[in-house]
């Protein structure tokens, strides 16, 4: 079945409903994001913390991001699938951003993200060879050595950065932690979608970690409106097995 939403799909919803975004990294979640509907499945680098036990996104390897695209990938038939360029990917020079790009849309990706607005030239070179490119602004979790877990994003430079990489080529821009008045700054100025992550509800669309939705983390980000409690009814369910032996 041919995917219903591409790069130029999701374009047109701007102004006329919000885009939904969500990360899997697994066959068993993106098949169930998928069958809801949503319009964008994030095969994130945050599968370092949520899936593979580090302490932050910079140990994700391009190996382990195409390895959980490919599990992704072969199970959803509707949704789009987005891959971050993983730490280290594209900061080496465009020629090792293109070629690490192919290698997560041979994955099964129909898109790549990647963070911050001083790559431009890197962007430009992969939608240039076909590929559709989502941009990452605000807080960047690749950054986290340098930055630290900041709260908020406010700087005013935030809405040149955006212009830079809609002007590259990016058919849409993640805004996470970012003011929410400077979001709605950067959304009313961009022709292509924000999605924003802890930013506001003037965003887009809005972006969050599956596992922080559906409460399978004790203490989620302040940002997140827990769906649901899974942590703990999951708990419930293993220790009643347990019992039951």
């Not at 001083?118 to 992969?126: D, H, L, P, S």
């Not at 630290?148 to 993640?174: D, I, N, P, Y």
């Amino acid at each position: 079945m041919e995917k219903t939403q591409t790069a130029a799909g999701i374009k047109k919803l701007k102004g006329v409903r919000k885009i939904s975004m969500l990360t899997a990294y697994d066959s068993l979640f993106a098949k169930i994001l998928d069958e809801t509907g949503i319009d964008i499945i994030l095969v994130g680098d945050s599968l370092g913390n949520v899936a593979l036990g580090y302490k932050n996104t910079v140990p994700v390897t391009l190996m382990e991001m195409v390895i959980h695209t490919q599990a992704v990938a072969r199970v959803v038939q509707n949704s789009m699938i987005v891959a971050d360029l993983p730490f280290g990917t594209f900061q080496q020079g465009v020629e090792h951003a293109l070629c690490s790009a192919v290698d997560l849309i041979k994955a099964g990706a129909n898109a790549v993200k990647l963070e911050g607005a001083e790559y431009t030239e890197a962007v430009k070179a992969i939608v240039k060879a076909g590929i559709p490119v989502v941009g990452h602004l605000g807080f960047t979790p690749q950054s986290v050595n340098q930055t630290g877990f900041k709260c908020k994003v406010q700087s005013e430079k935030l809405k040149a950065k955006a212009k830079k990489l809609e002007q590259a080529g990016c058919f849409a821009v993640v805004l996470e932690m970012v003011d929410e008045k400077i979001a709605a700054q950067i959304t009313k100025a961009l022709k292509i979608p924000t999605i924003g992550i802890g930013s506001g509800s003037h965003c887009d669309g809005q972006v969050l970690v599956t596992a922080d939705l559906l409460g399978l983390y004790e203490n989620p980000p302040k940002f997140v409106k827990k769906r649901s409690n899974l942590r703990n009814i999951i708990k419930s369910a293993l220790i009643e097995f347990k019992e039951s032996i």
